[in-house]
């Protein structure tokens, strides 16, 4: 069974940073395709968005709102995904998801295609 439990939300006063951590069970390497990891973010009133991905090696993606600010990495025995965000903005301001297993065809995009999804974490950037 896979899990996905995220944690290190919080709140923030704008220009601050925090590190947000997926902690990633159940879920094994299946293909290349397919293995893919990413953070998605929905603020209220809003559509879910894809912020950051990155695949089975070191190959990320970036929303455009985020590129240069956050980083998305994961640790070398695939069980803990990361985001650190920096320079944030009261429009960061969102519920933060992570996500698994890419099962929209061809390769990993930053949409909604994903087969496993965490609870969210609350992320609150203060002007």
């Known amino acids: 069974q896979v899990q996905l439990v995220e944690s290190g939300g919080g709140s923030v006063q704008a220009g601050g940073s925090l590190r947000l951590s997926c902690s990633v069970s159940g879920y094994t390497y299946r293909t290349y395709r397919s293995y893919c990891l990413s953070w998605f973010r929905q603020a209220p009133g809003k559509e879910r968005e894809g912020v950051a991905s990155i695949d089975s090696g070191t190959t990320t993606m970036y929303a455009d709102s985020v590129r240069g600010r956050f980083t998305v990495s994961k640790d070398n025995a695939r069980t803990t995904l990361y985001l650190q965000m920096s320079s944030l903005k009261a429009e960061d301001t969102a519920m933060y998801y992570c996500?698994?297993?890419?099962?929209?065809?061809?390769?990993?995009?930053?949409?909604?295609?994903?087969?496993?999804w965490g609870q969210g974490t609350q992320v609150t950037v203060s002007s």
């Open positions: 996500a698994a297993h890419w099962v929209g065809g061809g390769s990993c995009r930053l949409v909604q295609s994903f087969a496993y």
